[in-house]
């Protein structure tokens, strides 16, 4: 059920022109994911350094909240930006994206991810006082910056893995991997 919704959606979106020229456009496509790259590794860089400051592997000597301060403008820049060219890359090829396993990990992760910063943050928020000039956080927020590392390691690799998608519909993955990815039998169109 819940499938066939997405699977309809993504025809919807496909079928509207300009999701149709930004595919096929000779330079855009490829501007915006450019983009999306770049933009990326600014989010990474400046996350990694500040989950590193926690995890006391970089800049022990400098207070965890006067990096987070400095990093978190050009973080939300770079993590704004790279949404919206997402979105975009989704929108220029709806069909396949949404019927693609990797991309449906990649949203579940980028899920499990924002859910992390949220706790991450509200605990950061409330306990730098008492550590924020220590070398290390305290365990939980260790934890914390740990998974945020993990969690979007395993993002970048897997928006990787979607342009390689070896599990396409059209491929016939098997049964298993049809429903995780969303095959509708039939009606894949690429």
């Not at 855009?28 to 500040?50: D, K, Q, R, S």
């Not at 220029?92 to 706790?119: D, G, M």
């Not at 928020?125 to 000039?133: E, F």
């Amino acid at each position: 059920m819940l499938n066939e919704v997405i699977y309809s959606f993504a025809v919807w979106l496909d079928s509207m022109a300009s999701s149709t020229l930004l595919h096929e456009s000779f330079y855009m496509y490829n501007w915006i994911e450019a983009t999306h790259v770049l933009t990326l590794m600014i989010c990474l860089g400046m996350l990694f350094l500040i989950d590193l400051r926690i995890l006391g592997f970089a800049m022990p000597g400098i207070p965890a909240a006067k990096i987070a301060s400095h990093l978190n403008v050009p973080m939300l820049f770079g993590f704004s930006i790279m949404i919206i060219t997402g979105l975009l890359l989704f929108y220029a090829i709806p069909v396949r994206s949404s019927q693609s396993l990797w991309f449906r990990i990649k949203v579940i992760l980028l899920i499990a991810a924002a859910i992390n910063a949220f706790l991450f943050h509200k605990q950061l928020t409330a306990s730098s006082s008492t550590w924020d000039g220590d070398g290390r956080a305290p365990r939980n927020l260790r934890i914390g910056a740990t998974l945020s590392i993990i969690f979007w390691i395993l993002i970048a690799v897997c928006g990787r893995f979607i342009a390689y998608d070896w599990f396409d519909c059209s491929h016939n993955p098997g049964p298993f991997v049809s429903a995780i990815a969303g095959c509708i039998d039939g009606q894949t169109q690429f």
